[in-house]
């Protein structure tokens, strides 16, 4: 089964670079950065890097949101669902991502140092390797694309109200110590939703793929991959 992989706000593949060797038995995996600056022109990049394919989606946090609309723009194709650490919600207060724009505009490299510091949980230097990750991917993030992606952020829909038309098999996989989407909006989102399930990972921040790699495809391939047939 194809798998399109969608990194989140200011990353690329590296954000998967741990995960997708452990799902490749099961899955042709292939990454999709999603650079429009409106959420919907975000999926329907996706749907056509698809070709046609039937496929399965995951996405984190940015993409997580990318994800979740590409499933209700193209019910046809998308096989699954996989959303880690983005709710359903609107983007509220506008306030944050204009603040967030003119700092992307002005280079100012505090931005990429707090969210990095957020961003995974790093008690006693736990977490470390994956926030230098996540540093080194912004860091070479194009200006333009970061823009786009804060603008497609700013203007989503809710689509609290659209959850139950998902029909296709979901997995919501949070980390317990997300501190940019409450493990709570996962549980809600998993509730509203036809045939989702929702899985936790203690000690762990918003970026699943890096600090939970195991766990994650162990999870992925628990919901997605069919037991073997015995006799």
């Known amino acids: 089964m194809l798998l399109l992989l969608v990194p989140a706000f200011a990353c690329d593949g590296d954000l998967y670079e741990p995960l997708i060797p452990l799902l490749r038995p099961d899955f042709d995996c292939e990454v999709v950065i999603a650079d429009a600056p409106d959420l919907r022109a975000c999926a329907a990049a996706v749907v056509e890097a698809a070709k046609g394919r039937p496929f399965v989606v995951l996405g984190t946090s940015f993409g997580g949101h990318v994800s979740r609309e590409t ?42 140092e707090a969210m990095a510091r957020a961003i995974v949980f790093e008690p006693e230097g736990r977490g470390q390797a994956a926030a230098d990750i996540f540093r080194a991917m912004a860091a070479r993030a194009p200006v333009d694309r970061t823009l786009a992606q804060n603008e497609a952020l700013m203007t989503r829909p809710d689509r609290s109200s659209d959850l139950g038309g998902i029909a296709c098999p979901a997995l919501l996989v949070w980390g317990h110590e997300d501190q940019f989407s409450q493990p709570a909006d996962g549980r809600a989102m998993a509730a509203a939703m036809p045939d989702a399930r929702f899985v936790e990972l203690e000690e762990c921040g918003h970026l699943p793929s890096l600090e939970a790699p195991t766990r994650v495809a162990a999870a992925i391939r628990a919901r997605f991959v069919e037991p073997p047939v015995t006799g």
Request: aromatic content about 2%; hydrophobic content about 40%; cysteine-free.
């Open 71 to 112: 499933a209700i723009l193209a019910p046809d194709l998308v096989r699954g669902l996989v959303v880690m650490g983005a709710g359903p919600g609107g983007p509220g207060e506008r306030g944050p991502y204009d603040d967030r724009r003119a700092a992307i505009e002005s280079g100012d490299g505090a931005l990429v």
